[in-house]
């Protein structure tokens, strides 16, 4: 048998195959740890840090709850710090679906296991053993907590059982910024204290809900309802400004939301309180405004009887405003509305248009292509009607003012010196212009004559205006009409502003058309914002304001912010034409076409104005449609402060010549009486005026007759008697009445006094004697206020309005205050 040669050859082989096996295997064994390592470590990168940030969340949203702790709305005062709007706690509440199906689940098991210790049937014999009523168990599922907060929260029972089937969904949101008395009954609803139906529940059957919370909210409370809403505006459901100051301030009043966050189990059942974390909400600041309240509320109660007297179709503007600042004292626009119910219409003349509006749409059905665009219809009708009411016409809506712009005319005329006091004007009726092929006339057909500056002024004379005009010239004047800022919008701090319609320069200068008619104030539009600024230009020195509502920006603490600057943007015109301005204009009040804007013991100047509307001149409305206004103020020769009222569209069939002067004066008359004593402008009366100003009548029951004369004419106050005794034993009115001072008082010597009511006659339409003559056969006393002073006009006063009607029974010796007025016009 052969022998190998070389075993040891053998042996080196096969070790030398061995090494390289174990070499391999090492290095595959060290590829596959290191792509091992490599595919741990990248996942390790990937969920510790790419997405670190997201497990993160999810295991926070695991673990904690967190809600949201609403800021509370900054508070909006009055100038005399009397709250208008404010922010105060409520409730939102909110329902889980995912958490409601596994309190549902959780139920269910748990009666299954009940029923399998001891049936129903065992269960009632039981109890009926004890003397005890059974009550089977109730399943407190999606229905059950759907009935109970439908009840509670006014809220469609299917809707809330259709979203409580969305079980993917852990937070919905039902009810927003219910009032306490809602949230309590949630809260002892959701505690198992009562029943779906409201009934109580034994305490031993009570079952806490699972899946419907409260979240703590806040609610915007206006307390004065209407009151300045075109000047407020109001939030929406996510507690944001939606118009008006609370949209304008938005940011300023909103403030940081806070937030709590609280650790819960894998049920999603929250933990112990010693888990919850609180971030405070910062609340937003304060606004403090330049409106009084009391003054507002006289320009809302004078301006919304003058449109419904006159069958304002268009509503109407007012705005009152301190001259030497631009700071709004009140501003009111009609139609109006509840902010608290801002989507409810509140005008009854705004209710008519809508359901008339709807019933055409309703008649004209079936000549809509669909049932969509019927419904289209009609949702946009009532969004318009809803609009109209929210929409601020004192700085969103311009018109053309007419004579009330004759003082920018004026002065531009007196700044230039073209015209001097001392300028005189011929009116014949009418003028005409170059460039136009009619007659321009006056309102005055007949014409005025010759005529100083001042009277050209107090008649509201079109063609004296058109001469100052045209002196100017086209150029000068427009520079004027850009000098106080109407070709501009105000700045005013609201939202909405429009800017006034005019010619471009380029146009106005190249004829002289526009020019006559701008001089008395036609064939442009304004906003009444723009226009009481320049006036209060004209009669302040000279003086150009930025109109301002926010004097102040207030933190919690009651720090102040901000303050308004009031500095003037400009000088228009001098001291020396404003001077003269308002004396011209405190004539028109004294003698000319504003005496129905008289106040007793105050000096006014005012202008009165009627536009007439382009394009409303129809077959079957020859006159046209137009706006009246005034424009007023006081004291004249150191003016404090100005208002402009407008009303758009009054009905001609009031019995009332359609003018400024006669329609919108009284009740500027009236309003200013109530106003300027509410913003400390002190009555200086007249001895005229003196004589029919109100005192209390002395107590003069069981003294002699002739101590009794002596003690009322010492007072000022004449008397008759009734009777014949020596000793008063009644009088009329009684002791301590507030009459005029001018009064008659009724002494009774022995007889007896009629307890019989006297009714009150009608005295609209007679002159003041024969209207004091009525009321004093009938036992009454009469109160003069409106125009007293005729100026030597043509035109008698007459009686305008009474305050009581006619008809109505009163005590004797009660005072009915009679507002006499002049025939006027513009």
């Not at 309590?184 to 779906?196: H, L, Q």
């Not at 011209?584 to 009040?589: C, G, S, T």
């Not at 005192?695 to 007072?715: E, I, R």
Request: proline share 4%; net charge negative; hydrophobic share 35%.
């Amino acid at each position: 048998m052969p022998q190998n040669p070389n075993p040891r050859r053998k042996s080196d082989a096969a070790r030398r195959a061995n090494q390289v096996v174990r070499s391999r295997t090492v290095l595959i064994m060290l590829a596959l740890g290191v792509v091992t390592f490599g595919i741990l470590f990248w996942r390790l990168y990937d969920l510790q840090i790419r997405r670190h940030a997201e497990l993160q969340e999810k295991a926070v949203g695991q673990q904690t709850r967190s809600a949201v702790v609403t800021a509370s709305r900054g508070t909006i005062y009055d100038s005399s710090l009397n709250t208008l709007a404010i922010s105060a706690t409520a409730e939102d509440i909110n329902i889980s679906p995912m958490r409601i199906a596994e309190f549902v689940d959780t139920q269910k098991e748990n009666q299954a296991k009940a029923a399998q210790k001891e049936n129903q049937a065992k269960a009632a014999q039981k109890a009926t053993g004890k003397g005890e009523t059974y009550t089977a168990p109730v399943l407190r599922d999606q229905t059950y907590i759907a009935k109970g907060l439908s009840r509670i929260l006014g809220v469609e029972q299917e809707t809330l059982e259709e979203r409580m089937t969305k079980t993917n969904y852990d937070y919905w949101n039902i009810k927003k910024q219910a009032e306490q008395n809602v949230s309590d009954e949630v809260r002892r609803f959701i505690n198992g204290e009562i029943d779906p139906e409201g009934n109580e529940v034994p305490e031993q059957d009570r079952v806490k809900l699972q899946g419907v919370w409260l979240q703590p909210s806040s609610k915007r409370y206006y307390l004065y309802s209407s009151l300045a809403s075109g000047v407020l505006g109001f939030v929406n459901n996510e507690n944001e400004g939606s118009v008006g100051l609370e949209a304008k301030y938005d940011d300023t009043l909103t403030g940081t939301a806070g937030y709590t966050v609280s650790a819960r189990n894998a049920a999603g059942t929250a933990l112990l309180y010693p888990y919850e974390q609180y971030y405070d909400a910062e609340n937003g600041h304060n606004l403090v405004l330049t409106l009084n309240t009391n003054v507002q509320l006289s320009l809302e109660n004078g301006l919304e009887s003058m449109l419904k007297k006159y069958g304002a179709k268009n509503g109407g503007t007012g705005i009152v405003m301190d001259v030497n600042s631009g700071a709004i004292v009140a501003m009111a626009s009609y139609p109006n509305y509840d902010l608290n119910e801002p989507g409810v219409l509140y005008d009854d003349a705004l209710r008519t248009k809508l359901e008339t509006a709807l019933a055409k749409i309703d008649a004209n059905r079936s000549s809509y292509e669909s049932e969509e665009a019927y419904a289209d219809a009609r949702s946009a009708a009532i969004n318009n009607a809803v609009q109209t009411q929210w929409r601020n016409k004192c700085i969103d809506s311009t018109y053309e003012p007419g004579s009330t712009f004759k003082p920018i005319t004026l002065a531009a005329a007196l700044e230039e010196g073209k015209v001097t006091k001392n300028s005189t004007f011929y009116c014949s009726g009418s003028t005409r212009v170059q460039g136009w092929n009619k007659p321009i006339y006056c309102s005055n057909h007949s014409g005025h004559g010759q005529q100083t500056l001042i009277e050209a002024v107090g008649h509201s004379c079109n063609p004296a205006f058109i001469d100052m005009g045209l002196k100017v010239g086209t150029e000068t004047y427009y520079k004027y009409l850009q000098a106080f800022g109407l070709m501009d919008k105000t700045g005013i701090d609201m939202i909405g502003e429009v800017q006034g319609i005019f010619q471009d320069e380029k146009t106005f200068n190249s004829q002289v058309v526009s020019l006559a008619s701008y001089s008395f104030g036609q064939t442009f539009n304004v906003t009444p914002i723009e226009l009481i600024r320049a006036q209060a230009a004209c009669v302040n020195g000279g003086y150009l304001y930025e109109p301002y509502i926010v004097d102040q920006v207030l933190d919690d603490d009651g720090n102040v912010l901000s303050q308004h600057d009031s500095t003037p943007v400009r000088q228009v015109v001098s001291e020396e034409t404003s001077a003269i301005v308002r004396e011209a204009l405190e004539y028109v009040v004294s003698s000319g076409s504003g005496k129905n804007g008289q106040v007793a013991g105050y000096r006014i100047g005012g202008k009165t104005g009627t536009a007439d509307k382009t394009g409303t001149k129809t077959a079957d409305n020859p006159k046209g449609d137009v706006v009246v206004s005034f424009m007023c103020f006081a004291p004249a020769d150191d003016p404090q402060y100005i208002m402009l009222l407008t009303m758009d569209t009054p009905s001609r069939n009031t019995g009332t010549a359609v003018y400024g002067g006669t329609m919108v004066a009284p009740t500027a008359s009236q309003i200013m009486s109530e106003i300027l004593p509410a913003l400390g402008i002190e009555p200086d009366y007249s001895a005229e005026e003196l004589a029919g100003a109100d005192a209390a009548v002395p107590y003069v029951v069981g003294k002699s007759a002739a101590d009794a004369k002596a003690a009322l004419t010492a007072a000022g106050f004449t008397c008759t008697t009734v009777g014949s005794g020596d000793t008063v034993t009644d009088q009329t009115p009684a002791g301590g009445a507030i009459v005029p001072n001018n009064a008659s008082i009724i002494l009774y010597l022995g007889a007896e006094k009629p307890n019989t009511p006297c009714t009150v006659p009608n005295v609209v339409g007679r002159s003041p004697s024969e209207a004091n003559k009525a009321l004093t056969n009938a036992g009454l006393i009469m109160k003069v206020t409106g125009a007293t002073n005729t100026g030597g006009n043509t035109g008698s006063v007459t009686a305008i309005s009474q305050s009581a009607e006619a008809g109505t029974e009163l005590a004797a010796g009660s005072v009915v205050t009679v507002r006499f007025g002049a025939k006027t016009t513009d």
